[in-house]
């Protein structure tokens, strides 16, 4: 099976606009996992979605957001980008209905730089 | 609230020389426990994981870790280290139950350096 995917692979933007990242799942995975990972805070948890809903949200501002489709792709926006928001964004996918304890598989990321 | 903590930030070791990366958490309940290993500019690779059962687990390349209750430990051991191991480590813990669906809690990592 494909791995986990991820695009764009590297994108950048300036302060203020707004960015959508893509992520699609191994095949048969419902669950999507989003997370940020910067030098100073390391590895947050954004949100997670299962069957377009999503179940679980970190503690982000709501300038993050994220949406699911119906074969599993999902998508998460940054509006109103800041300087802090550069960082490499992963997403991961898992196969038994997302539940925390399944073995999460992670894309390569999306690395955003935004000046 | 549950928390991971990786003491190590750096460690450097001879190729063939043995590794232990440590991993101590916080959690109330049954943790389930995640080794990940990442090479720059990329992903995470899983390594292995601890779910319940046998407390020395296998994982690939090599790695294996022991799962402590008592010292709340999840360490992270290969015998001999490959110059290929360098990179950075992870380990994570899940939260069983609730409404914590899709989350893992990261430690800060390890960075992994070899020497020939």
């Known amino acids: 099976k494909a791995g986990v995917t991820q695009t764009p692979r590297y994108l950048i933007k300036t302060r203020g606009q707004q960015v959508t990242l893509s992520c699609s799942p191994i095949?048969?995975?419902?669950?999507v996992s989003w997370y940020q990972q910067t030098p100073g805070q390391g590895l947050q948890f954004l949100f997670e979605?299962?069957?377009?809903?999503?179940?679980n949200k970190g503690n982000f501002p709501g300038r993050f957001s994220g949406r699911q489709f119906s074969n599993s792709r999902s998508e998460m926006n940054v509006s109103t980008l800041e300087l802090g928001d550069s960082a490499l964004y992963l997403c991961?996918?898992?196969?038994?209905?997302?539940?925390?304890?399944?073995?999460?598989?992670f894309g390569p990321g999306t690395r955003l730089t935004v000046l | 609230a549950q928390s991971v903590t990786q003491p190590d930030i750096h460690i450097t070791v001879s190729e063939g020389a043995s590794l232990e990366l440590r991993c101590n958490y916080s959690?109330?309940?049954?943790?389930?426990l995640f080794w990940y290993v990442q090479s720059p500019g990329q992903g995470l690779q899983l390594l292995l994981k601890?779910?319940?059962?046998?407390?020395l687990v296998q994982g690939i390349k090599g790695f294996e870790a022991e799962f402590k209750r008592s010292q709340s430990s999840f360490n992270l051991r290969k015998p001999s280290v490959h110059w290929s191991d360098a990179a950075e480590y992870f380990c994570?813990?899940?939260?069983?139950?609730?409404?914590?669906?899709?989350?893992?809690?990261f430690g800060q990592g390890t960075i992994l350096t070899v020497h020939p």
């Open positions: 095949s048969g995975h419902r669950s």
């Open positions: 979605y299962f069957s377009e809903t999503q179940r």
């Open positions: 601890y779910f319940s059962g046998d407390t």
């Open positions: 959690y109330g309940a049954t943790p389930y």
């Open positions: 991961a996918s898992s196969s038994l209905g997302g539940a925390s304890t399944d073995t999460q598989y």
């Open positions: 994570a813990v899940g939260h069983a139950g609730g409404t914590s669906y899709g989350k893992l809690t």
